[in-house]
């Protein structure tokens, strides 16, 4: 259920804040679509049938709504009779990880809500348990509250973070100790080198780049991750942005994070990518993307700034 989680600290409980709310209405792109909440995502890819997780997927925010109302309309519907993921019981702590994950990670103002908690222990208000399959009895309020602390580490610069490595290991032992995964799980897609970047690729990395120093969800810099083939990955990801409005305004934030980074693009390959693209090219997109004018807007600004620093 909803409601932020607490911060045990000097003895004492806290109420962490908003953004460890699961029932937060901050809308964010995962998996290609876009969801209102990480309770509405979770509630609706539990779920096997596209018509049943359109049907979540289309609750909004009503002027008469809260934030916990909504919520509560949310896991409601997510509470129909429907052919569940054969693997939901192993999946959904992973699940759960990855959307909320990307919420973060489109949207600065939630990061710095965050990382303002410092190494406060985190643990999620009371809700459902259950048994695992090994016999031990575990809740949503343990796990949200892994899950945060997680993502908190995953906000840090590297050399900052207190072994994130041994809770995402708790992660995958639960996993697997479930029966481990059946079908693909949704959300970030790792790959070894620039020379795997696809378009699907692009997608994922989006959805969970984090902060200006370009970590993606496995802690990978930008530069160490591209190479010398940087120009390439860049130009998929304008492209991207370009043709699919959904993913607008996450390459115009990205770049202007990703130029004025350490490490981060270079001004001669940012350069190169968008000559590609005069005006006249602009006014074609234009109409089956309008949002690409403002995209390109924001990038050109943004470079422009970087050039007479």
């Known amino acids: 259920m909803g409601g932020p989680c607490i911060l045990i600290e000097d003895g004492g409980q806290h109420t962490a804040p908003p953004c ?81 994950f990307a919420k973060y990670a489109q949207h600065r103002d939630l990061q710095d809500e965050l990382l303002s908690t410092g190494t406060t222990e985190i643990v999620g208000g009371p809700s459902t348990s259950w048994t695992t399959k090994s016999g031990k009895q575990t809740n949503w309020g343990e796990w949200n509250g892994r899950i945060q602390m997680l993502i908190r580490e995953m906000l840090r610069p590297p050399a900052d973070r207190m072994a994130p490595q041994s809770t995402s290991t708790d992660f995958e032992e639960y996993m697997s100790d479930q029966g481990g995964k ?27 780049f984090v902060h ?26 304008l492209i991207l942005g370009l043709d699919d409005g959904r993913y607008s305004s996450l390459v115009s934030g990205f770049f202007e994070r990703l130029l004025t980074a350490e490490g981060g693009i270079s001004i001669d390959a940012m350069n190169d990518c968008l000559a590609e693209y005069d005006e006249e090219v602009l006014e074609d997109l234009a109409l089956d ?21």
């Not at 969800?217 to 010398?228: I, K, M």
Request: charged share 25%; aromatic share 10%; net charge negative.
């Open 289 to 309: 993307n309008p949002k690409s004018v403002g995209m390109m807007s924001r990038i050109r600004a943004a470079l422009a700034s970087v050039r007479t620093e």
């Open 212 to 237: 200006a120093g370009c970590i993606d969800a496995q802690g990978t810099p930008w530069q160490r991750w591209v190479g010398d083939d940087q120009k390439r990955v860049a130009a998929t990801l």
């Open 20 to 100: 460890t709310d699961n029932f937060q209405v901050r809308p964010f792109i995962f998996d290609g679509q876009e969801w209102q909440s990480v309770e509405q995502c979770f509630q609706g890819l539990k779920f096997m049938d596209r018509e049943v997780r359109e049907r979540i997927r289309a609750i909004r925010k009503e002027s008469e709504h809260t934030d916990a109302s909504h919520g509560l309309l949310v896991w409601q519907a997510g509470q129909c009779q429907a052919e569940l993921r054969p693997d939901w019981d192993a999946t959904k702590i992973e699940i759960m990880y990855r959307m909320s």
């Open 182 to 208: 059946v079908l693909p799980l949704p959300g970030y897609t790792s790959c070894e080198s620039a020379s795997e970047f696809s378009e699907a690729t692009a997608k994922c990395w989006l959805e969970t």
